[in-house]
Structure formats: structure tokens, C-alpha cells
């Protein structure tokens, strides 16, 4: 596709429930990170892929988020048993090559626990 | 790990005024610096990059940014706002082959 492409756009999940995130990429970009925003904040890092590896998952806030690439294009991130806290907005982004190429952004999961 | 500072949770300016959007990082390597701008209900939008070469960086809608290796900083300016400059302002590190990290973010509002 054209950009970075986020589903669900908005997603409200009761406390305890599973939810899974999805992120396209724009085709043949090598890195994909995963970033939490907070409301007027700016994003807090989560995890980094350099095609399917996960190179750092050093921002990832509990045992109860687990991200992946496998076939180094699509990422899902999924949240285990979501807590209040978890609320905020999820954002993926890509970037072409590894280190000196800008990020393209998605717009982003609007995630509600309620 | 690297990290980035924005002193500044605002800045106001009149328009037609010039701006600064401040910036300083951290990293242990050569740094890849970046702005980001986000408009309410937007996604965040790239601006400018400095990689290598001049310091002074143009990018997007005028705005340019100064890399000043000494003090380590990168600071955003544009010679004359706008009105429709005023979004939040993100200054992000990356260095080398690592995770690119973001600053907690500047308001910029432009008055008319």
C-alpha cells in the first residue's frame, strides 16, 4: 500500500479481554517499531524489528505484550489480559532502511479499557 | 540507549514572529535526528533529518533545524510562523542500527 496501515482504528476491550493489533508496513521497509502514546504525550518506545527479528522489545511494559513479525512484513502486537492502564494509542511505523531513512507513521489503535 | 529532551512543554509566539522548537539528545554513536509534527487526529508526520553534512537541515512547509554537535542539540526553527504551524512538535534520536526514540513532545501555538 501507499502507508503504514493500522487496523482495528479504534478498539474498546473489556478488563481481562485479549486483543490483537496489526500493522502493515509499506512494502519492502526493513524496520518496523511499535510505539504507545499517551494522550498529548510523545510516543513511548515498545519494541523494534529489523525485517522478522525482533531486535529490542526493552520498552514492552509487561509479560503480557508480545509482538511479532514472522514473515518480516506484517506485525501484530497482542495484549494479554488488558488492564485499565493499557489504555492509550498504539502507533506502528516503518522505515525503509535500517538506520537513516525517516519513519512512516500509521494512524494509529485507539485502544479503551473499560 | 539513546534519548532525547525537549525542554519545553510550549511555546507560544505571535505569527509572523520566528520560532524555536528546542531539542537536545543523547547517543553513543553518530546520531540520526529527526522531527515529527502531529496535528490533532493525525498521525505524526516527518519534517526534516539530519544525517550528515551541513548543519543546517530545510525541510517541510519552511522550517529548518540547526545540528550543533558540541552541544548536542537540534533545535527546530522556522523565520516567520504561521497560524497553522500550531500542532505538537517531536524531536526523535536514532543511532545506527538501533530503535529510534522520541522526545516527550513541544506545543507550538502560533497567535494571530
Known amino acids: 500500500g501507499a502507508g503504514v496501515s493500522q487496523s482495528p482504528r479504534y478498539k474498546v476491550a473489556k478488563r481481562g479481554q485479549d486483543v490483537a493489533l496489526r500493522c502493515d508496513p509499506i512494502?519492502?521497509?526493513?524496520?518496523l517499531f511499535w510505539y504507545q502514546q499517551a494522550l498529548g504525550q510523545g510516543p513511548e518506545f515498545l519494541t523494534y524489528?529489523?525485517?522478522?527479528?525482533?531486535?529490542?522489545k526493552s520498552g514492552l511494559p509487561s509479560d503480557r505484550f508480545f509482538a511479532e513479525r514472522p514473515e518480516g512484513s506484517v506485525s501484530t502486537l497482542k495484549i494479554q489480559r488488558t488492564q485499565q492502564e493499557d489504555s492509550a494509542v498504539y502507533l506502528c511505523?516503518?522505515?525503509?532502511?535500517?538506520?537513516?531513512?525517516?519513519?512512516?507513521f500509521g494512524q494509529g489503535t485507539r485502544l479503551t479499557v473499560v | 540507549a539513546q534519548s532525547v529532551a525537549q525542554p519545553e512543554d510550549q511555546v507560544n509566539v505571535a505569527e509572523g514572529n520566528p520560532l524555536t522548537v528546542k531539542c537536545t539528545y543523547s547517543?553513543?554513536?553518530?546520531?540520526?535526528l529527526f522531527w515529527y509534527v502531529q496535528y490533532p487526529n493525525r498521525g505524526l508526520q516527518f519534517l526534516l533529518k539530519?544525517?550528515?553534512?551541513?548543519?543546517l537541515v530545510k525541510g517541510s512547509y519552511g522550517f529548518e533545524a540547526e545540528f550543533n554537535k558540541s552541544q548536542t542539540s537540534f533545535h527546530l526553527k522556522k523565520p516567520s510562523a504561521l497560524v497553522s504551524d500550531s500542532a505538537l512538535y517531536f524531536c526523535?534520536?536514532?543511532?545506527?542500527?538501533?530503535?529510534?526514540?522520541f522526545g516527550a513532545g513541544t506545543r507550538l501555538t502560533v497567535k494571530p
Open positions: 547517543v553513543s554513536g553518530n546520531p540520526y
Open positions: 512494502s519492502g521497509h526493513v524496520s
Open positions: 524489528f529489523q525485517n522478522e527479528a525482533q531486535l529490542d
Open positions: 539530519y544525517i550528515t553534512g551541513d548543519n
Open positions: 526523535a534520536v536514532r543511532d545506527g542500527r538501533n530503535d529510534m526514540r
Open positions: 511505523a516503518s522505515t525503509l532502511r535500517i538506520s537513516d531513512t525517516e519513519a512512516f
